[in-house]
């Protein structure tokens, strides 16, 4: 997983949760968020070890605190995000409050440093569990849909990333354009290991087209080109 993918996470972090209403925000503690930039920084410098000890105080702290809450919780990175949750809740007819974003991102950061340390399998929930309070979190979605990738179960794999990209319109402006091409990338990569070149190309083009830059889908490209010169 990406690096850029983990300083994008502590940057949607940063914003504050949505006011749509209801469901109606709960206010975090005024220091969750310096936990979390520690935490990252820790993981960043190589100690992931270090950093779920960080982590694990500040999601036990949380955990507590919403123990009791019987309302639905969800957790939103972006105003638009907010209010799709609200309409959720009103159709299902069922009461919800938004967290702050502190509480869903500590829990996804723990899954990314047990990654760091080799232990996906004990990743796994952590990322299904940030998925669970934050289902239209594309960068979330795109993450646990990478950890069924690195286990080559394409069709699970398939699901999560189409999910993530119909999910990056509710991403922030700012980190919509990554979300959408991340997804692109992981759907592009199962089309190669399906043989599915032209598809596959096309789809990475389409990232160059979000983003001219995107080396990742450059050398995905060339890869592809070396695979028909194999062919012919």
């Known amino acids: 997983m990406a ?74 990175r972006s105003a638009a995000e907010g209010i799709l949750y609200a309409g959720m809740a009103a159709q299902r ?32 929930v952590y990322l299904e569990r940030a998925v669970a309070l934050a289902p239209n979190n594309s960068h979330f979605i795109g993450e646990l849909a990478e950890w069924y990738k690195s286990r080559r179960n394409w069709s699970q794999a398939r699901e999560l990333f189409q999910r993530a990209l119909g999910a990056a319109e509710f991403s922030p402006q700012d980190h919509k354009d990554f979300d959408k091409r991340r997804a692109l990338r992981g759907l592009a990569f199962i089309l190669v290991e399906d043989g599915k070149l032209d598809k596959a190309e096309a789809l990475y083009r389409q990232c160059l087209s979000i983003d001219p830059n995107d080396e990742s889908a450059k050398a995905e490209l060339d890869y592809i080109a070396q695979q028909r010169g194999k062919k012919i």
């Open 93 to 124: 007819k069922k009461p919800a409050v938004v967290t702050p974003q502190t509480y869903c991102y500590g829990i996804f950061l723990k899954g990314f440093a047990l990654i760091d340390l080799h232990r996906s399998d004990e990743a796994k």
């Open 3 to 76: 690096l850029i993918a983990l300083l994008l996470a502590l940057a949607a972090a940063q914003s504050p949760p949505p006011q749509a209403a209801p469901p109606a925000p709960i206010v975090a503690l005024s220091d969750d968020q310096g936990e979390l930039d520690r935490a990252v920084t820790l993981i960043h410098d190589g100690k992931p070890a270090e950093a779920i000890a960080v982590l694990d105080a500040l999601n036990d702290r949380n955990d507590r605190i919403y123990a009791r809450e019987t309302k639905q919780i969800y957790c939103a």
